[in-house]
């Protein structure tokens, strides 16, 4: 089975655990059998893997993203990268026109589209590999999942099948409509659009030739940024007539917002947090090592990052993201293809970052040009090389950079600094990458 996961969005609505670096879909906030915790993205993976471990994978992202997936799924997994943010209708022709023509797939096998950041059940993917079969029958051009709906909603689209089989034809599709035009399509059978659809490449690459004009995956990359923003379901899905519909029944939940994520954890503490007995339905998260006390609260969550602190009612909290839009800070947490970083103070002239590099990877041999570093080696062991000196470091080791300096540290082990840069303009931009022959 080929599937393409579609990752995206700034992740403003789970502020202060998001970014525009680290999407929901990165969070890790599931446990697991082992006490440990994983993401959404490691979930749906894991998942996918189970229910056929022959899939070939392909993440539709931005390159704002590609360290987090290479953090979390430290895999093979194949990564179609957006130039920039243009719609799932471009992002979608992409990263099919990346899965025939880099990865070698068949323009005429069935490939499956979905999220990578729903909350669902092991049906879900038997669902998909049903959708994938279908598409290969090619009796429709598209196959759609249709969710049973619980309530009318202006945030999902609404497919109206000709029957209540579990696979039939399409009768209507309309994307996001008004809250009564939403009660009546409801009233008429209608299922939710989950954003989920199989087809043959073929098929869609030939209606967006018709829609843009490339020659080539190469020729699309180049152009992108050019590109109108459109949605799939607009530019595709609701001029097409032959479509197919499979109900899916089973467990989905869309984790777009803190009131929804709290709902599918499995505890209500994430973290050093305490809550007393008069809590009910209050959930605390928190990722810095301040302890958090709460007392005496209903409907709440709680969020501590180095981002921010959240303290909000669960259903206002929908409403977060026209004020974290005024919040104007550096990033102050990111994961690396190589690790993390988490900025511990910020002054001026200067900033102090905890650094963790995983075993056997090290930073990309660089420069700055209007700053100093400093590292600390709090943990682990590595090796640290300067201007092509390279020297064995361990726990409380010292190695100074001036500005200009070539730089990049290898860890043999799980290894820890301290990064302190000293200098009047500290810019994420100030860096000269170099090739280093190990």
Known sequence: MNIIL???GSGKR??????????????????????????????MYQQIREVDVHAVITIATSKAQVSSIHNQLDTDVGISVEPCRRDTFPAIILALSYLIE????????????????????????????????????????LVLMGIEPTYPSEKYGYIIPESIEQIAKVSTFKEKPQMQIAKEYISQG???????????????????????NFANYQDLLNQYDTLDKVSF????????????????????????????????????????????????????????????????????????????????????????????????????????????????????????????????????YHSHKSRDEVWIVTRGSGRAVVDDIERQICAGDVVTMGAGCKHTIFADTK????????????????????????
């Open 6 to 8: 579609l990752s995206g």
């Open 14 to 43: 789970l502020w202060p655990l998001s970014n525009d670096i680290r999407s929901k879909q990165f969070i890790k906030i599931f446990k697991k059998k082992d006490g440990s915790y994983e993401s959404m993205v490691q979930r």
């Open 102 to 141: 880099i990865q070698g797939a068949d323009p005429k096998e069935p490939v499956v589209i979905c999220p990578v950041d729903p909350y669902v059940d092991d049906s879900y993917f038997k669902t998909l590999k049903i959708m994938a079969n279908q598409a290969g029958k090619g009796e429709a051009n």
């Open 190 to 212: 209608a299922l939710w659009n989950g954003g989920v659809f199989a087809c043959k490449p073929q098929y869609v690459l030939e209606k967006a030739h018709e829609q843009i």
């Open 233 to 364: 379901d607009y530019a595709i899905v609701e001029k097409e007539d032959n479509i197919q519909v499979v109900r899916f029944n089973g467990s989905w939940k869309d984790l777009g917002t803190w009131n929804t994520l709290t709902e599918a954890m499995e505890e209500n503490v994430v973290g050093n947090a305490m809550m007393d007995e008069n809590c009910k339905n209050v959930h605390v998260i928190n990722e810095i090592g301040i302890p958090v006390l709460a007392m005496g609260l209903h409907d709440i969550v709680i969020s501590a990052s180095p981002e921010g602190i959240l303290v909000s009612d669960k259903e206002q909290s929908s409403y977060i993201k026209p004020f974290v839009d005024k919040i104007n800070l550096p990033i102050m947490f990111a994961e690396k293809s190589w690790g993390n970083f988490r900025v511990l103070d910020v002054e001026n002239g200067s900033m102090t970052i905890k650094v963790t590099l995983n075993p056997g990877h090290s930073m990309n």
């Open 415 to 438: 290894l820890e600094i301290v990064e302190v840069q000293l200098g009047k303009k500290i810019s994420v931009y100030d860096k000269q990458k170099y090739k280093f022959e190990n």
